[in-house]
């Protein structure tokens, strides 16, 4: 099993679950069996409805999202990236987005998690997360209960150009970044 700790104030990596520590709670994915949260079962939200469905991930993505779904309630950031997912697969939140270039260490454990509640995290396209490539970088993300994950995916796929704006401008911001740090 991948398995991470995920501390509100930092993330190491550990084995057997994920856990906020302030909030004293274990979140505990076993493939095939399910997820727990402390001891009791827990699942992602059930339904496809996008109205009054609260979804968390970068202003950016939660704004496209909200000029085509605008019944969302966007929720306050989540800084850390596996709480964020955790959050989808104890069902406090319904969806969940992260922006392009999270690596493979900072998603496995919580892919798992996000899966054994019954949801899923794909790329923003719907494609399947691929381990251990060349580069563990992954593109944009949703997660979210897997019916509700199909409408998410079907309205990025329909307005796509919205979303593309919002990746290509995070893209030139990564370059940005990057040929600053050579320099």
Known sequence: NA????ALECCKLQRGSIGATRQRSNLAPRRGHG???????????S????????VAGPKPWLDRLASVAPGILPEPKIHSLALRLARVAEGRIEAAFAS??????DLAAADLLVHEAGGALTTIKGDILT???????HGAL???????????????RANAHKFDEVRSRAVAIGEHFMSDKAA
Do not use: F
Not at 131 to 137: L, Q
């Open 35 to 45: 997820a727990t949260l402390n001891g009791e079962r827990i699942s992602a939200t």
């Open 100 to 105: 392009a270039d999270s690596n493979d260490w």
């Open 3 to 6: 398995v991470a700790h995920v």
């Open 131 to 137: 381990y251990n490539a060349a580069d563990p970088r």
């Open 47 to 54: 339904g496809t409805a996008l109205v009054e469905a609260r």
């Open 142 to 156: 949703v997660a979210a209960g897997r019916d509700r994950h199909e409408a998410v995916v079907a309205l990025v």
